[in-house]
């Protein structure tokens, strides 16, 4: 989660087919999250693999926001630090801290009892030690803490490699942090979740070795950031993934039905350790196709799909406390809470909160953002 809308940055064109995979990306996490309530039992085969919206989520992220930075370094400036963090401070803290106020003082607002404390949330450090054994509400911001690390990093390493002349040296860090990442989930599998299997332990434990750690979860923004290093200094290379994109997409596909199958138990080794790295490959190629106006999802353009990717940030923070409430509140009518009708309402109603969240938080300010900008020009 852009985090899990990022509208392009300025000086990134804007591409319909990014739209098109952002709304892709919420749309199955909803699906996923949705089976954590009561559900019509379609919803399981539909959702079962949603989880990988996230890693869509981080692949676009790595790619809008490195390609952003690596524009500046291209045209020989260097990395704008104050207006860099300024940007995304605005975009992401101003929606994000009034979810957090309505968790922590509205006790109805809550999905389920359990929050992390307060300060992992403020610090963006809920991602470690995640307990799901405790913790069972607001835990989907951990995909927000690990984007608003990288956030914090990527331009603060892009920045000092400039200052000491390390460009090159950066380079390496790529591929060494993605296999770095690969290692340690070899390492923490072995020694966190094996001694567990079998027990009731293992899922929680599981979730809070493997999937929540940043240092696990770098596989999409590295591959993000990897397509953007790819396409501004690799004209070559740019030039055969672009020529014919929609081979590039069917290659995507092809390894994210591989990655299903792999992926069938989410907890499983293989899936853990090269399942990950497989997805954020997969929604790699989707990307690289993607941002090709001569691919299928380049060539059209979706007002459904854009006002879902424009939503997308709003209503990935609070979708799970609107079901809850849509829930709660239409069981009174004898609307079944697994019916489908029921998810219908919650759909539209997740639609609506994330609405106001935009039209009353996110675009004023990013107004005052704009101002702030300005000014500063």
């Keep these: 989660m852009v985090f899990i809308n990022n509208p392009q940055p300025t000086g990134v064109k804007k591409y319909a087919g990014l739209d098109h995979l952002r709304a892709w990306a919420i749309t199955i996490v909803f699906f996923f999250h949705y089976r954590l309530f009561d559900h019509p039992e379609w919803i399981n085969n539909v959702g079962n ?11 676009l992220s790595g790619f809008l ?31 994000y801290l009034f979810i957090l106020v309505l968790y922590f003082t509205v006790p109805a607002f809550k999905e389920r009892e359990g929050l992390s404390p307060l300060w992992k949330y ?94 696990c979860r770098l596989d999409g923004l590295l591959t993000g950031i990897g397509i953007a290093a790819l396409f501004k200094y690799q004209p070559v290379i740019k030039t055969a993934l672009t020529r014919h994109p929609n081979l590039v997409l069917t290659a995507g596909l092809a390894l994210i039905t591989t990655a299903y199958f792999i992926c069938v138990d989410q907890q499983s080794f293989i899936a853990s350790v ?25 060539k059209y353009r979706s007002k459904v799909t854009e006002v ?31 019916s489908t009708i029921m998810f219908v309402l919650c759909a539209i109603n997740c639609m609506l909160a994330a609405y106001l969240l935009h039209v009353a938080i996110e675009k004023p300010f990013l107004h005052i953002r704009n101002r702030i900008l300005q000014h500063r020009i």
């Design 49 to 59: 693999f949603g989880w990988t919206g996230v890693d869509l989520f981080f692949v």
């Design 65 to 95: 926001i490195a390609s952003q930075l690596f524009e500046a370094i291209s045209n020989g400036k260097q990395v704008q630090l104050k207006e860099f963090y300024i940007k995304r401070f605005f975009r992401i803290i101003p929606v």
């Design 122 to 215: 403020l610090t963006f450090t809920q991602n470690f030690g995640l307990d799901l054994s405790k913790t069972h509400a607001f835990t989907h911001a951990w995909s927000l803490c690990i984007e608003e690390q990288f956030y914090l990093l990527l331009p603060f390493i892009l920045w000092s490699a400039i200052r000491f002349k390390l460009l090159k040296v950066a380079a390496y860090l790529l591929p060494a942090l993605f296999l770095l990442g690969i290692t340690v989930r070899v390492f923490s599998w072995q020694h966190f979740i094996t001694p567990l299997q079998g027990t009731e332990n293992f899922g929680a434990t599981w979730y809070q070795y493997i999937y929540y750690p940043t240092y």
């Design 274 to 298: 090269w399942g990950f790295p497989l997805i954020a490959v997969a929604y790699g190629f989707m990307v690289m196709a993607a941002v090709s106006p001569t691919s299928l999802p380049g």
């Design 308 to 338: 879902i990717a424009t939503l997308s940030y709003a209503i990935y923070l609070s979708h799970k406390a609107v079901i809850h409430l849509t829930q709660t509140i239409f069981t009174g009518f004898n609307i079944p809470s697994n």
